[in-house]
């Protein structure tokens, strides 16, 4: 009898799970689908396929608190605690097309935050370097990215306006925390040819997501794209 019940009770479980994987799935997809429409809505050129891809194969609701599938692939933002939070999907989506990212490449991230936009870049290129300054958010995103098979994405916990010299140069480089100047440090190891996508700006206002192309040693060229909100960029007390 006793058996009986817990055989019961496992397959009760494995139900429910199903149930879950195949809401997150559907979630997943609609979340794409918006994406799609989001861009068009704002004038941007399609988002590309193969990033497109990337992000519904993420399972982003490994990346946030609780894990729920209707909270994670709503298209918003999502407090991941320390005061952080995971960019609303069409953000991440639209920061990574306009990196122009490619297989061989090798990217900077600032501001690993849950791990989420690295587990996408980790799709598209050869290696992603990424750092966070906040430690606790560090360590979560370092066992979960490492649980879920990213092995082409490392971990540092530091102050990002320094870059990370030694995993450079770069092809791209994506900032997800807000500040009112491009880092020097981050231009020097950009590639030329490389781009650099980031949000400028007041912390306390909108601010303009911006791309920064790296056309020859010393010479650069940005753009805006469209308005955004992004948390503050947190530089070290050291």
Not at 21 to 33: K, L, P, W, Y
Request: proline share 6%; hydrophobic share 45%; glycine share 8%.
């Amino acid at each position: 009898m006793i058996k009986k019940l817990l055989l019961l009770a496992l397959i009760a479980v494995a139900r429910e799970a199903m149930a879950e994987d195949t809401q997150c799935v559907r979630e997943s997809a609609a979340m794409v689908e918006t994406i799609r429409g989001y861009a068009r809505l704002l004038g941007q050129q399609s988002i590309s396929e193969s990033v497109l891809k990337a992000v519904g194969q993420t399972e982003r609701h490994r990346f946030i608190p609780a894990g729920s599938c209707s909270v994670a692939y709503a298209d918003m933002p999502v407090p991941i605690g320390q005061g952080q939070t995971i960019s609303q999907p069409f953000i991440v989506a639209l920061m990574t097309h306009l990196a122009e990212v490619r297989l061989d490449h090798a990217v900077l991230e600032v501001g690993t935050g849950s791990g989420y936009q690295a587990a996408i870049l980790a799709r598209l290129v050869r290696k992603v370097c990424t750092i966070e300054i906040v430690p606790a958010l560090g360590e979560v995103a370092t066992k979960v990215l490492a649980d879920l098979g990213y092995e082409n994405v490392s971990v540092k916990v530091g102050d990002g306006y320094h870059g990370w010299p030694e995993c450079g140069p770069f092809d791209a480089i994506i900032v997800t925390a807000a500040l009112g100047h491009v880092p020097p440090p981050l231009i020097d190891q950009l590639k030329v040819g490389g781009r650099l996508v980031m949000p400028v700006g007041s912390t306390y206002a909108t601010q303009q997501l911006t791309v920064l192309e790296k056309i020859a040693p010393g010479e650069t060229k940005m753009r805006a794209v469209i308005p955004v909100r992004f948390v503050p960029f947190t530089r070290s007390q050291n």
